[in-house]
């Protein structure tokens, strides 16, 4: 942010343009985060939802989710997702909205000619800030307990029982991710040399395959379970696009679970990127050639600086996947390839899970995800309310008991007992 506010200055007088650009990104930041904000606490209360909205507007959020995962407060029951994943999701907006944006809009300045000690050091800033908020999203949801317990053979990227694995691996991270958005954005920035026009004709047509390819495998639906079929159709939308850029220019490595693009669609982008970069990065030299291009720009790069900074970014990448590839447990190995669809991620997990608070996780995501069994989870779900009843186990709280669909349960005695709340927590 303070960055981003030095650069606003600095291009105000000789490019304010991209000053204009960089406040755009910072106000649709701060629009996404209050949408997710409407969204997760709807059902909490005007009071609440106006703490809520404050905590954003004052910019503390990120504080107070930190806070409330470190303290493993219990989530509220009519809050839409955990504490957790809330925490990530408003990183990947930031990231999304605000970071991935600026380190864009600084290379185009770089490229046309920015090169102060001002400049480069906020370009610099900015693409390690955004790796490593990238990094961290992938790496603080491969370690959480939870997520190795409902998933434990997606999970396991990092090893928890060797420090010296676990750093390794994290560097990898932190370095793919960091030539992944250098690499990109100076292809944005070299393409938009030539023409803008090229430029927005491949983002748009590059998201356009992708969002068609995820709507004709039946895959286009995202995970937040949203009752209201519009509103989770238009969120579905804006999840898509905002994680779909987040690939693009960063590789989050969370981003090749099957509820966002899966691992070979994840794995794909990470190796051609660079050569998408290398190609534009030609197109920028073939430009170039006509001297009257030439005149009317500021600064000139020549093919050894072209090809040797995008090469050796490459280079570096492709070399960090690989050992990165190396040094990860087999099965881990195998979501980097994997194709499936996020329901059949889900009803495999259900199947899978060796107990009933592994299979309740089916309740925390769209309900179509698990559509194709739904006859055999209202059998299992009435069977074991039962004995869960009874037994009370600690994690059979408020929190999952909200989650249970009113028509999943048979016995109307049975559904006003898990409607019932127990005695509420203070939570900040």
């Not at 106006?50 to 303290?71: A, C, I, M, S």
């Not at 937040?224 to 220019?249: C, N, Q, Y």
Request: charged residues 20%.
């Amino acid at each position: 942010m303070i960055s981003d506010v030095a650069m606003v200055k600095v291009y105000s007088t000789d490019h304010p343009k991209y000053a204009m650009a960089t406040l755009i990104s910072l106000c649709l930041n701060l629009f996404f985060q209050l949408m997710f904000v409407v969204l997760q606490n709807a059902k909490r209360g005007a009071r609440v939802l106006l703490r809520e909205v404050l905590f954003v507007l004052t910019f503390v959020k990120p504080g107070v989710d930190v806070y409330r995962v470190v303290t493993t407060q219990e989530d509220a029951a009519n809050k839409m997702i955990s504490a957790q994943n809330e925490m990530l999701f408003f990183k990947g907006v930031e990231l999304t909205m605000e970071c991935i944006p600026s380190a864009v809009i600084q290379s185009m300045a770089f490229i046309a000619g920015s090169h102060s000690i001002v400049a480069i050091f906020s370009l610099a800033s900015s693409i390690l800030t955004a790796a490593f908020i990238s990094a961290s999203i992938g790496i603080e949801k491969d370690v959480s307990t939870n997520a190795r317990k409902y998933s434990p053979g997606f999970y396991g990227l990092v090893n928890l029982k060797s420090k010296r694995q676990a750093v390794v691996v994290c560097m990898l991270v932190l370095l793919m991710s960091a030539c992944q958005l250098a690499s990109k954005s100076f292809a944005v920035a070299l393409c938009n040399v030539e023409s803008s026009t090229i430029l927005a004709a491949y983002l748009s047509i590059d998201m356009g395959l992708v969002l068609t390819y995820k709507m004709a495998r039946g895959d286009f639906r995202y995970f937040l379970p949203i009752e209201s079929e519009a509103v989770s159709g238009i969120v579905s939308l804006l999840a898509r696009l905002v994680t779909k850029i987040s690939l693009d220019f960063t590789g989050t490595i969370q981003l090749r679970h099957p509820f966002e693009y899966g691992g070979i669609y994840f794995t794909l982008v990470l190796l051609t990127t660079p050569l998408v970069s290398l190609y534009f990065g030609s197109r920028y030299l073939s430009f170039i050639e006509d001297e009257e291009v030439k005149a009317t720009l500021d600064y000139v790069f020549s093919s050894d600086e072209i090809y040797g900074g995008l090469g050796c970014l490459a280079a570096v990448q492709l070399f960090s996947f690989a050992l990165l590839m190396s040094i990860i447990p087999p099965e881990i190995r195998k979501t980097f390839l994997s194709a499936k669809t996020a329901s059949q991620f889900t009803c495999e997990n259900f199947e899978s899970a060796k107990n009933s608070s592994a299979k309740m996780d089916v309740f925390l995501v769209h309900p179509s995800y698990s559509s194709p069994i739904e006859e055999e989870l209202k059998a299992w779900l009435n069977e074991r309310l039962v004995e869960l009843l009874e037994e009370e186990p600690d994690w059979f709280n408020d929190t999952v008991k909200a989650k249970i669909p009113d028509d999943f349960v048979t016995d109307p005695a049975m559904l006003l007992r898990i409607r019932t709340p127990s005695p509420t927590h203070r939570e900040i």
